[in-house]
Each structure stands twice: as structure tokens, then as C-alpha cells.
């Protein structure tokens, strides 16, 4: 069997999880200010965070990729539902490190629909996610296909390969592409 060049060594995952977590929790109170007292987001990024830290087995994150999860529609907020779903890719890193910038991509959405007015805010929160990944984790996302690139998992077609997220992974790999960011 093949291991799609999605997955990334475990290793990796797990730096890649703890970063896909920051993104995610970051964004976290535009869906708790829409939602409150619903802490399936909130788990889906503590359970990143078991994973990154070594607390959760990559079987046992893969098992339940499926649980917490928070459906469409059960915000109505855009901005809400892609902090949930920035929240859902962070705990989907340990089945694929692609899954990070899912993350990554979801929360600048988040932060784009939050403040439509000021498009500053999306690059703002590009720039923070550059400024937090370190020499080691840099070398994570370089590894993985281009958007598109690839026929099967996150980065293939889907939910990451359309509109704005698709534009701002994009622009994350270009970015991590290049030797100034």
C-alpha cells in the first residue's frame, strides 16, 4: 500500500497539529459568540493538541475523525461555521498533515467573514500563521502537493480545492514556497 505524499511522516504530524490548533483556536469565539455552550470545536482542537502532544494514538485520532464534528447549518453565521471547520481540520491532521492547512486556510476565512470590511484582517492572520511555524515546521507543509496536485485527499478535490480556502492555501504554499516568509 502507498502512502499518499498528504500524509506526512507522524513525526511531522504531530508539529503540524499543535500549529493547526493555534490557527484554529484562534478563531474559536466567532463560533463560540454564535453557538455558546457548544464545545464540539473546542474538543476537536483539544483533541489536536492530545495528538501533537503524544497523547493520542493516530489510530485512535483516526477512529473518531468523525465525532464532534459540526454540521451545515447548525450556524448560521459563515463566519462560525468555518471557525468549527478550521476546529475539524486541526483534528484531522493525525489521519493527514494536509489537513493542517485545511486549518490554517479555514481560520483566515473565519476572520475574512467576521470582518468583511477590512481585508487587512485576512492578511493579518495569514502573516501571524507564517510568523508561528518554526524552521522545523516549515519544512512539513513544503513537503506536501500543491493544491490540486494530487487526485485523493485533503488537497485534492473538494471542500479545500474551492473559493476563498483554495485561494489562501494557495497563497500559504506559495508562500512557504518562497525563502522570505
Known amino acids: 500500500m502507498t502512502r499518499s505524499p498528504q500524509t506526512l511522516p507522524e513525526a511531522e504530524r504531530r508539529l503540524v497539529a499543535a500549529w493547526a490548533a493555534d490557527c ?17 470545536p473546542r474538543e476537536l482542537i483539544a483533541r489536536a493538541r492530545r495528538y501533537a502532544r503524544g497523547e493520542l494514538s493516530v489510530a ?26 478550521s476546529a475539524g481540520q486541526a483534528a484531522g491532521v493525525c489521519h ?10 479555514y481560520a483566515v476565512e473565519a476572520v475574512r467573514l467576521a470582518e468583511p470590511d ?13 510568523d508561528h511555524l ?9 513537503a506536501l ?11 485534492g478535490p473538494g471542500l479545500l480545492s474551492r473559493g476563498q480556502v483554495a485561494v489562501t492555501i494557495r497563497r500559504l504554499q ?8
Open 60 to 85: 485512535e485520532g483516526i477512529r473518531r475523525r468523525f465525532e464532534g464534528g459540526v454540521g451545515v447549518g447548525e450556524v448560521r453565521a459563515a463566519a462560525a461555521m468555518a471557525a468549527a471547520r
Open 134 to 142: 518554526s524552521p522545523e515546521l516549515r519544512r512539513a507543509p513544503r
Open 174 to 181: 506559495g508562500d512557504l514556497a518562497s525563502a522570505d516568509c
Open 118 to 130: 477590512r481585508p487587512q484582517a485576512a492578511e493579518d492572520e495569514i502573516r501571524w500563521q507564517l
Open 96 to 105: 493527514m498533515g494536509a489537513h493542517g492547512l485545511g486549518a490554517a486556510s
Open 145 to 155: 502537493p500543491a493544491l490540486g496536485e494530487s487526485r485523493a485527499g485533503p488537497l
Open 24 to 40: 484554529a483556536e484562534r478563531v474559536l469565539p466567532l463560533f463560540e459568540t454564535e453557538a455558546p455552550g457548544d464545545e464540539r
